[in-house]
Each structure stands twice: as structure tokens, then as C-alpha cells.
């Protein structure tokens, strides 16, 4: 068992900056390979991006490559989301999600056997 919550969010002007974290308890934090996923109104969850067990192993959605950094720090147990030059269309609830390291960089929301809460993300225009 592995458990999650998101932190970060909020309200920011187009072309701002936040910076999301999870913090995660439970087993040992560096066996899951974590994804950050975002879920708009009235859409499906989408993947944004994913880490494996290091930095060397990231994957981004087209749409935020360039703008967003997935950063991991095992001894903290924590995965953190550096989000730049934030647009409307960014808008939503965001959510990290863990899964075993094979299922690293996963889009797929089921391959993902832990999630957080989630944590709102409002980009105003």
C-alpha cells in the first residue's frame, strides 16, 4: 500500500508558474513509477506526464513538453510537478497516481494502482 496526496494548486494568470508535489507514505517509495495526470470538467483523465525510479526516465504529453518538469526525490518521498507558462486549457483537477516501475511513463489510468485526492489547478486568461 502506497498512499498519496497532491499538493500545489491553485489560481494563476496565463503564463505563470506552480509547482505541484506528492508526498507518499507507506511502502517503500522508490519501487513505484509515478504519473501526473489532470481530469478538466467534463473530459477524461489524461495523462500528463510520468518518472521512473530516476530522472533519467521522463515522459510528457506533447502538450506541456517544454513546459513542464517531472522531478522525483526518494529520500523525501516525493514527486514534484514544475508547471511554466501555464495556459487556460491547464485548467483542471491534477492528480498523481503510482504504479509498479515496468509500468513506467504508462498513459493508461489503469495500470496505476494508487492515486491522491487530486488538487485544482486554475489557470485564469
Known amino acids: 500500500q502506497v498512499q498519496l496526496v497532491e499538493s500545489g494548486g491553485g489560481l494563476v494568470q496565463a503564463g505563470g508558474s506552480l509547482r505541484l508535489s506528492c508526498a507518499a507514505s507507506?511502502?517503500?517509495?522508490?519501487?513505484?513509477?509515478i504519473g501526473w495526470f489532470r481530469q478538466a470538467p467534463g473530459k477524461e483523465r489524461e495523462f500528463v506526464t510520468g518518472?521512473?525510479?530516476?530522472?533519467?526516465?521522463?515522459y510528457y504529453t506533447d502538450s506541456v513538453k517544454g513546459r513542464f518538469t517531472i522531478s522525483r526525490d526518494n529520500a523525501k518521498n516525493t514527486v514534484y510537478l514544475q508547471m511554466n507558462s501555464l495556459k487556460p486549457e491547464d485548467t483542471a483537477v491534477y492528480y498523481c497516481?503510482?504504479?509498479?516501475?515496468?509500468?513506467?511513463?504508462?498513459?493508461?489510468?489503469?495500470?496505476?494502482?494508487?492515486w491522491g485526492q487530486g488538487t485544482q489547478v486554475t489557470v485564469a486568461s
Open positions: 497516481a503510482a504504479a509498479p516501475l515496468y509500468y513506467r511513463g504508462s498513459s493508461r489510468t489503469h495500470d496505476y494502482g494508487y
Open positions: 507507506g511502502r517503500t517509495f522508490s519501487i513505484y513509477a
Open positions: 518518472i521512473g525510479s530516476s530522472a533519467t526516465s521522463t
